[in-house]
């Protein structure tokens, strides 16, 4: 089966890492995701200090493979995510949503390796002079707080400009995509949208019925004139926003409010028409569950396949 620097550097059996969605991204669903061979990431955007500890503990007592904790910059709780991390001697976190610069000095006191997920060659690069571990370089195909360049713009220009491993993230659900972002110059590939209709995933079942339903042109970018889009399913609160987002003497104040709460109304209530929809563009090609090691050995089988019989096709 395929394996890269990033199997060796994680200690982890395929070079795949799942995404740290928020409210979706818990112990339950990184222990399946460690357990398959890959790194499982527990979110801690909506977490307080003592919450992310229970999902770390409770991660510990469901795997005795790595899994490591993704910090969301923008959290409230970002002080306190970063000294439960530390304290608890996590060995790898994935940061996102800025730049992490001001952490990472007394994450890697702690002896915990940084991988940020990065939207530019710039900050690739700057991540790299701080001595992050690899970079997650996600492309605007991706579910939730987004970039301005595609994947498989933004893969290839990383991998060039910098030294250490390359993550790509965007666009990514089966050995194609694996396929396609290693030959780019990825070492491996971070997935989300795949993992919410994991068996072992807790979302609820009509926020992955809506994932299972969705078409290749059903998702949709809001967010923009606040400085931090967001990619979603469309549904009758993306309508609603986009048409506010429109209007020209709309506050950022209202949009911030419309948009509050909708992403846990959604996975935790199930009101997929006023609850935010968090997926990627790749959710057209979804369409049918199963668990977490069927997921990622379907992705890496498919992917060996691909690479190792390309030789019949390309002349």
């Known amino acids: 089966m395929i394996k890269s620097p990033i199997c060796e550097l994680l200690g982890i059996e395929y070079p795949v890492i799942q995404g740290g969605m928020a409210w979706i991204a818990n ?10 061979g890959g790194l499982g990431l527990i979110a801690a955007m909506n977490s307080d200090g ?9 991660a510990r007592k469901l795997t005795d493979k790595p899994f490591g904790v993704n910090l969301m910059l923008m959290s409230p709780y970002i002080n306190e995510a970063v000294e439960v991390v530390c304290e608890e001697k996590i060995g790898v976190v994935t940061t996102g949503a800025g730049n992490p610069a001001q952490y990472i000095d007394k994450l890697h006191g702690a002896g915990v ?3 940020p997920v990065v939207a530019s060659v710039s900050l690739a690069k700057r991540m790299e002079s701080l001595g992050a571990a690899a970079v997650v370089a996600e492309g605007c195909e991706s579910g939730g707080h987004v970039g301005e360049t595609t994947t498989m713009a933004l893969v290839p220009q990383v991998a060039d400009a910098v030294t250490i491993p390359v993550i790509a993230a965007g666009g990514i659900a089966d050995g194609r995509g694996m396929a396609a972002a290693l030959m780019l110059g990825a070492s491996a590939v971070q997935m989300g949208t795949a993992f919410l209709v994991a068996d072992e995933c807790d979302v609820h079942d009509n926020y992955k019925e809506k994932v299972l339903k969705a078409k290749d042109i059903d998702t949709v970018v809001t967010g923009k004139t606040l400085g931090h889009p967001v990619r979603s399913l469309k549904n009758q609160m993306t309508r609603e926003f986009v048409k506010l987002e429109r209007t020209p003497d ?3 104040e209202q949009l911030e409010a419309m948009g509050a709460g909708a992403l846990r109304r959604a996975v935790v209530e199930g009101d997929v028409k006023e609850g935010s929809v968090m997926c990627g563009q790749i959710a057209g090609m979804i369409k049918k569950p199963g668990s977490c090691a069927y997921i990622i050995n379907n ?6 396949n691909i690479l190792t019989g390309a030789k019949k096709w390309v002349k």
């Not at 112990?27 to 398959?36: D, G, M, R």
């Not at 003592?50 to 770390?56: G, H, P, S, V």
């Not at 992705?299 to 060996?304: D, I, K, L, N, T």
Request: net charge neutral; hydrophobic share 50%; proline share 0%.
């Open 299 to 304: 992705v890496c089988e498919s992917a060996q």
């Open 113 to 115: 390796k940084v991988i």
């Open 250 to 252: 709309a506050t950022a």
């Open 27 to 36: 112990a339950k669903l990184a222990a399946a995701v460690s357990n398959a």
């Open 50 to 58: 003592e919450q992310l500890r229970e999902q770390i503990h409770m």
